[in-house]
């Protein structure tokens, strides 16, 4: 028994070098396989995320197009007292229905008549050879209001047998009319039934298809009054749009939509209980058990008063494309090179020179490793720095060009060139703030008191001095003293109160306010401090992603910027131990808060001075 320990104990000593290195190759190879799979799918999901993105704009896209096609009709009320019937027909040809808005089945105008000018309608309609109103009483007896269809384009069997035509005795119809007469915005109805054509090979006349309805109010004295009674008393009628639901979408993403993701489109707030509007590719998967797709998402549009969602899925030919061969390739060579490399040291081990070269390779290897580590430190560092240069050389030729070439370039030229120099300018900017991002994650944490408030006061003073046109209200609390890197805190404060500065600048009475709340309750063992401001503010439901990197809730012609700031807040908060979150509303303001971790930071301060007196 103890010979055969010996044996063990000095095969090992002998062979330790040669295991060892087995087990290291091993580890470096699980490591690069791994990171290989999570750069797959991070890739992936990049893939999925821009086919998201460009299909809700697509989808913004052709709703604003079905609406504005509404307003254009109001404007010929507008412009006259009555429209004609060929005028009404010139306007839906010229928006070409069929090109552009091939879910519009009709475009129509629904007139108020009131009950004592029923008969003279009526009257009317028979001396013209126009269907007569329909239908003509509720059973209940004479209605309030009547909103017979009198003008409707195209002029198709379908869209005419609609003429004259009162869909307020629908509840459906009924409710999106009190809606839009009442808010003076267009107003859809839920999913109906639309009467349009039938499908080819049918034997049918006519037929209903699923769609919904738009109801636009038109008033008497052209802008919507200012009170809901106003609004009811000046009501001419409504411009309304017939939609179907096949054809509402088609052809409106072009060749930018990925065929490895289903698409779907719900009216209402939850997929699995709404009505269907839009199947990509006809089979519906949203809320189906037993799909289990490797991307998925939900989301919400607003389209004329109703809340639309859309829900995104890959399919199983997107997973098969996102299994690569490269990471199980990398993984099968790295074993075949690390059972190789156990050999070879195996062998070595048996010549002591051997042994001694190996160890002086394994020696180079390692200087290798280290310096290949220290490069990689530097990477984000030199990739940013590289990419300046050419972001100079571009913005300085493009002020040339816009200088000394001014007359020669035509005004689409130079705003061409005024776009090229603001996207060089947005460049710099985004590289700066990705730098300024990896130093607060490298630079050593040096902890000592800070003074925040002093620290908010002073940012404040170099903001208005920036904007000295401004008349910005600057409230702070007294002596809000924290533990941490006096830099970073800074450089956290100037994030958040800036952010407050720049939501701030279409207030007329702007006020920014920077507080702490010592006594936050059960939950915090530190104080809470907030930054809070009443400017434009968010939706909570988009909170959790403020603080990530390039994450922005308004567009950059509202409000610039790179969506960078907060994520620097954050990981500064996040190294001080603490946390950071936002609570907001739009138009109503917003507050951020942060800890940063242990208790009461500015007792340590004090407890550090009566150190040093002492």
Same mark, same amino acid.
Request: no cysteine; proline share 3%.
């Given at each position: 028994?103890?010979?055969?320990?010996?044996?063990?104990?000095?095969?090992?000593?002998?062979?330790?070098?040669? *295991?060892?290195?087995?087990?290291?190759?091993?580890?470096?190879?699980?490591?690069?396989?791994? *990171?290989?799979?999570?750069?797959?799918?991070?890739?992936?999901?990049?893939?999925?995320?821009?086919?998201?993105?460009?299909? &809700?704009?697509?989808?913004?896209?052709?709703? %604003?197009?079905?609406?504005?096609?509404?307003?254009?009709?109001?404007?010929?009320?507008?412009?006259?007292?009555?429209?004609?019937?060929?005028?009404?027909?010139?306007?839906? &040809?010229?928006?070409?229905?069929?090109? &552009?808005?091939? @879910?519009?089945?009709?475009?129509?105008?629904?007139? *108020?008549?009131?009950?004592?000018?029923?008969?003279?309608?009526?009257e009317e309609a028979r001396k013209e050879g126009l269907p007569e109103m329909r239908p003509d009483l509720n059973p209940g007896g004479e209605r309030s209001a009547y909103f017979p269809l009198t003008l409707v384009a195209p002029s198709g069997k379908a869209n005419l047998s609609m003429l004259d035509e009162d869909a307020y005795t629908d509840p459906a119809h009924k409710a999106a009319m009190d809606r839009a007469r009442d808010t003076g915005s267009p107003q859809a109805t839920k999913m109906v039934y639309v009467l349009s054509e039938p499908t080819p090979g049918s034997t049918a006349d006519l037929a209903l298809r699923p769609g919904f309805a738009v109801y636009l109010p038109v008033y008497a004295e052209g802008e919507s009054p200012g009170t809901v009674a106003g609004r009811r008393q000046a009501l001419r009628g409504f411009i309304v749009g017939y939609f179907r639901r096949?054809?509402?979408?088609?052809?409106?993403?072009?060749?930018?939509?990925?065929?490895?993701? %289903?698409?779907?489109?719900?009216?209402?707030?939850?997929?699995?209980?709404?009505?269907?509007?839009? %199947?990509?590719?006809?089979?519906?998967?949203?809320?189906?058990?037993?799909?289990?797709?490797?991307?998925?998402?939900?989301?919400?549009?607003?389209?004329?008063? &109703?809340?639309?969602?859309? *829900?995104?899925?890959?399919?199983?030919?997107?997973?098969?494309?996102?299994?690569?061969?490269?990471?199980?390739?990398?993984?099968?060579?790295?074993? !075949?090179?690390?059972?190789?490399?156990? !050999?070879?040291?195996?062998?070595?081990?048996?010549?002591?020179?051997?042994?001694?070269?190996?160890?002086?390779?394994?020696?180079?290897?390692?200087?290798?490793?280290?310096?290949?580590?220290?490069e990689l430190e530097a990477f984000s560092y030199s990739v940013s720095h590289d990419l300046r240069a050419p972001l100079r050389t571009i913005d300085g030729f493009s002020q040339i060009l816009q200088e000394d070439y001014e007359d020669v370039l035509d005004e689409d030229g130079q705003d061409y060139l005024g776009r090229v120099r603001a996207a060089s300018r947005h460049m710099a900017t985004l590289i700066d703030d990705l730098l300024d991002l990896s130093r607060v994650g490298r630079r050593p944490l040096r902890r000592e008191p800070v003074d925040l408030s002093s620290l908010a006061e002073g940012i404040i003073e170099e903001l208005r001095a920036s904007e000295p046109g401004r008349d910005v209200e600057f409230v702070a609390g007294e002596h809000i003293t924290a533990w941490g890197d006096v830099s970073l805190l800074k450089v956290?404060?100037?994030?958040?109160?800036?952010?407050?500065?720049?939501?701030?600048?279409?207030?007329?009475?702007?006020?920014?306010?920077?507080?702490?709340?010592?006594? +936050?309750?059960? @939950?915090?063992?530190? +104080?809470?401090?907030?930054?809070?401001?009443?400017?434009?503010?968010? %939706?909570?439901?988009?909170?959790?992603?403020?603080? @990530?990197?390039?994450?922005?809730?308004?567009?950059q012609d509202e409000f610039e910027g790179t969506g960078i700031g907060l994520a620097t807040v954050a990981r500064i908060v996040h190294r001080h131990g603490g946390r950071v979150w936002a609570e907001g509303r739009v138009a109503e303001g917003a507050t951020f808060y942060f800890t940063l971790g242990g208790r009461d930071l500015g007792d340590r301060a004090v407890t550090a001075k009566k150190a040093e007196l002492a």
């Open positions: 028994m103890r010979s055969a320990l010996g044996r063990l104990l000095r095969h090992l000593r002998r062979a330790g070098a040669a *295991y060892g290195v087995l087990l290291i190759s091993l580890l470096l190879t699980g490591l690069a396989w791994y *990171y290989l799979r999570q750069t797959v799918e991070a890739q992936n999901q990049v893939r999925f995320d821009e086919t998201v993105q460009a299909t &809700r704009a697509a989808v913004d896209r052709r709703t %604003d197009a079905y609406i504005d096609a509404l307003f254009g009709a109001r404007g010929l009320f507008l412009a006259s007292k009555s429209v004609e019937r060929g005028e009404w027909e010139s306007y839906v &040809r010229g928006i070409e229905t069929k090109s &552009r808005l091939g @879910g519009l089945q009709a475009l129509g105008f629904a007139e *108020y008549v009131k009950p004592e000018e029923r008969e003279a309608f009526q096949d054809g509402l979408l088609d052809d409106v993403f072009g060749s930018g939509f990925d065929p490895a993701i %289903d698409f779907e489109v719900y009216d209402g707030a939850d997929v699995e209980s709404s009505s269907l509007l839009y %199947d990509e590719d006809g089979v519906q998967r949203a809320g189906e058990k037993g799909y289990d797709p490797l991307f998925s998402e939900e989301s919400r549009i607003g389209v004329a008063g &109703r809340e639309w969602s859309m *829900y995104f899925a890959t399919l199983p030919g997107f997973k098969k494309g996102a299994e690569s061969n490269l990471p199980a390739f990398v993984l099968g060579s790295g074993i !075949g090179v690390s059972v190789l490399l156990f !050999g070879i040291s195996w062998l070595l081990v048996r010549s002591r020179i051997r042994a001694e070269r190996a160890s002086e390779d394994l020696e180079d290897a390692n200087r290798e490793l280290e310096g290949t580590n220290r956290a404060l100037e994030n958040l109160l800036g952010n407050a500065w720049k939501f701030t600048a279409r207030e007329p009475e702007a006020r920014i306010e920077f507080g702490a709340d010592r006594a +936050p309750g059960p @939950g915090f063992l530190a +104080p809470v401090y907030y930054v809070r401001d009443n400017g434009a503010g968010f %939706d909570q439901a988009y909170a959790e992603k403020l603080f @990530g990197a390039f994450q922005r809730l308004h567009a």
